[in-house]
């Protein structure tokens, strides 16, 4: 994403109704936001549709964004991450993860189709590699509960049960776990 200053102009712009600071919004955060929501709902026309509502969110409540509450990314962020669990949480349990490595967390799945324009691909290869390589960084009880609980959107008792530990040590781990990302993420800007 862009970094946090233009992306707070921006936020704040459009809470003025500036159209065309909504339109710079839309081309600095779209692609890294399609990406979370794709990961996450492993579905190109949910990942599209949750996009939509989640735009269209931004535009209706951006004045209710407060700088000194969190950076514009991780506002934005929480508002796809929100969009994507109530869609998951509407279709379990029919869906499950598609697929599993050996380490028992989630399969990646196909970013772009060769539809789409290689600049936004490299955008999402780009953001998706960066938090890659910071999820590596962290222990696994702490992967595996935050790629469980913001990919997956596993409620902390259901993962207290499926990682057969305390529901304490789970919130730790979370916890722990987002820290250590926000940390990573922050330096790699």
């Known amino acids: 994403m862009q970094d ?7 936020i704040l712009a459009t809470a003025g109704g500036n159209a065309q600071a909504f339109r710079e919004l839309y081309l600095a955060c779209g ?5 979370l929501l794709l990961r996450m709902l492993k579905r190109r ?6 996009l939509q509502d989640c735009l269209l969110k931004v535009w209706r409540k951006s004045e209710s964004y407060a700088p000194d509450k969190g950076s514009p ?18 279709q379990r349990p029919e869906d499950s ?9 989630p399969t990646r799945v196909d970013m772009a189709d ?3 324009n290689p600049e936004a691909r490299a955008v999402e290869r780009e953001g998706i590699g960066r938090l890659e390589r910071c999820m590596k960084g962290l222990l696994e009880p702490e992967r595996k509960s935050v790629m469980l609980a913001y990919y997956e959107g596993y409620t902390h008792p259901e993962l207290a049960e499926t990682l057969q530990a305390p529901l304490g040590t789970v919130k730790s781990w979370v916890r722990r776990g987002l820290g250590k990302l926000r940390s990573c993420l922050e330096a790699a800007a």
């Open 45 to 50: 026309d949910w990942a599209e549709e949750a």
């Open 31 to 35: 692609p890294h936001l399609f990406a």
């Open 4 to 10: 946090a200053v233009r992306l707070e102009a921006l």
């Open 97 to 105: 993860i598609e697929g599993e490595d050996e380490d028992g967390m």
């Open 73 to 90: 990314a991780t506002w934005l962020y929480t508002i796809a991450r929100h969009r994507a669990l109530d869609m998951l949480r509407a």
């Open 114 to 116: 060769d539809s789409e």
